[in-house]
């Protein structure tokens, strides 16, 4: 009597594929883009920008806008190159969903419900790397 076994390879869980890895790079490159060019055109806004904090009623709005900034900017290159991505990308999520509440809640405007679901969306991009990490290709490599 023979047996046969047959050689089985089981992959865990936890690993990722070459393609997984590279689409964890777009995702995270096309996030950071958004936030560091929205950073970056906030430095030439300032005037406007800390008068549309102020007018949700935010205080300290000149303290919210470099704040603003340097999270867009630095979160952004942050997360780009991948380095605390799973902490950056956390941060910037509830970030993103504060902002949709507090700055896109006239769910009268049909612009404001789209742009309120945008950032929900982009949440929805920054706790999928919070949760799996930014892949191999990135500084923390997982």
Same mark, same amino acid.
């Given at each position: 009597?023979?047996? !046969?076994s047959?050689?089985t #390879?089981?992959?865990p &869980? #936890? ?5 997984? *890895? %590279?689409?964890?790079?777009?995702a995270?490159l096309? /996030?950071?883009?958004?936030?560091v /060019?929205a @950073?970056? $055109? ?10 549309y904090?102020?007018?949700? @009623? ?8 470099? =704040? #603003?900034?340097? +999270?867009?900017? =630095? @979160? @952004?290159?942050l +997360? &780009?190159? =991948?380095?605390?991505?799973?902490q950056?990308? +956390?941060?910037?999520? !509830?970030? #993103?969903?504060?902002? %949709?509440?507090?700055?896109? $809640? *006239?769910f009268?405007?049909? +612009? ?6 945008? $950032?929900?969306? !982009?949440?929805?991009?920054?706790? &999928?790397? &919070? %949760?799996?990490?930014? =892949?191999r290709?990135? /500084? *923390?490599?997982?």
């Open positions: 009597m023979s047996t !046969i047959q050689a #390879t089981t992959v &869980a #936890t690993s990722s594929t070459a393609r997984q *890895d %590279a689409l964890a790079l777009v995270r096309l /996030l950071a883009l958004l936030f /060019l @950073g970056i $055109n906030k430095i030439g806004a300032m005037e406007g920008t800390v008068g904090i102020g007018s949700v @009623g935010l205080p300290f709005p000149e303290l919210v806008y470099f =704040g #603003t900034v340097a +999270l867009e900017i =630095g @979160g @952004g290159l +997360l &780009a190159i =991948g380095f605390k991505a799973r950056v990308a +956390l941060a910037m999520g !509830i970030f #993103t969903v504060l902002t %949709a509440v507090i700055f896109h $809640n *006239d009268s405007q049909q +612009l404001e419900v789209t742009m309120f679901l945008k $950032n929900l969306a !982009i949440s929805g991009g920054m706790f &999928a790397i &919070a %949760a799996f990490g930014a =892949g290709y990135s /500084l *923390d490599r997982g």
